[in-house]
């Protein structure tokens, strides 16, 4: 999701607030000050104020219960209309279901009534203003996603063409490309060709080679994008899947993980909030592990380097738990600790030469300091500032260094279709199973991108920090 289609959604929610308001104020003056018939109990605006304030949150969750706060790239004014009524229709409804028959808690039927005419106009008014608004920015180049349309004989047109000529919908084709034997290849070719080349694929023949198709979602998931494609007999990959229309047509969207839309913006705030935390409860044991470090070997207390991350490598932070001269990086070991390296991978307990990523048993580069760090997980405690930094997130798939991703990249891109993790199901597993096989971490990382939650968050830190403090202990050194 765009910054700017972001901006949009959230800023419908003060916009109804605003909108809402317009409607009880109006509503308040019409019948006290135009009306002016007798009142059987005395309605001041502050005890007007009041009950409205009490009212909002139930209306606001009405209106997300009716899809008004579903986080989409463009609106659709019509149906946004039809929801708006529904909406506010079944907010007076619940209102007069509670105080309807109590005018001492609420004296003024007209009022509701009034209120129910009114929120319906100057909340569809605010939401055709955001509607123009982006509309605007749409044309103008801001905000559009970066699709790519994969066309063929039986291709439907119409759908194609609702996308070229009408920028409103909030799409920039980059290019449309004909079904070939080539077509993987050149999509491959197009994505690496710059950062971000397209975001989003549309397949708009319903009838082409089933095979194909699922060689299509299967780069679109690997890649972190967006598959869109026009159904007929499509029924293969169901898990994550919103219905979306094109002029009235049908297009189903296969979403790529639910840490999508809301799910991004919730799992964020967790971050934030959580890694925060972390840090100010954690900043006097980062202060005594500096000091260890330092006193017991030379060199600097925290070891910064590339890893692979979220759609670009970054730089991860953690408390250096190897011999300065040892490990990689021209800040430190440089060319001696490459060979080094080099010579470990042939002992290398996870694959061999040919393993994925290097883990030595009894590693003679970890200092002794670094073997109660690594045992403990403190040598984590500087990856907080990854997670407010938004280069990680608390849970996630495990950050592996470049050379070691270089290996695996291209064959299970999927794992860097989000941000990586501290925590995560498979950082569990090898607190338990020091040589986790490779396969396996790959299946417990696939099974949280496909299945995430916010609850399965909070699930898997609890679960790793009662491992971490109170768990049984591997008997090996890693």
Known sequence: MKRSELFFNIAAIPTDIISLAIAGLISFYIRIRVLNRPIYYHLTLHSFALFCLAALPGVLLIFALFGLYNLRGTRQFYSEFRKIVAGVSFSLFIVILIFFFDQAIF???????SIWIGGILFVTLGRYALTLIQRIFLKHGYGLHKIVIIDGPKSDSSIINAYKNNPSLGYKIVVIMEESPSLLEELEKLYFSEPMAFEEILQANPYLDQDLNLQLVEFAKNKGLLFSFVPNLFDSQRNMIDLESVNGLPVIVLK??????WGKIEKRIFDIIVSFTALLISSPIFLIVAIAIKLDS??????VAPRGGYHKDFTFYKFRTMYSNMSVGSEYGGEEAEVLRKKLWKVNARGGENGPFLKIKDDPRVTRIGRIL????LDEIPQFINVLKGDMSMVGPRAHVIDEVDRYRDKYRRLFSIRPGIFGLSQIAQLSWADLPFEEEVRLNTFYIENWSLPMDITILVKSFWNIFFGKKQR???
């Open 107 to 113: 004296p003024s039927r007209f009022i509701l009534l």
């Open 256 to 261: 790529n993980t639910p840490i999508e839309g």
């Open 298 to 303: 030379k060199g600097k207390i925290l070891y």
């Open 374 to 377: 690594r045992k403990t997980k």
């Open 476 to 478: 090996e050194d890693y």
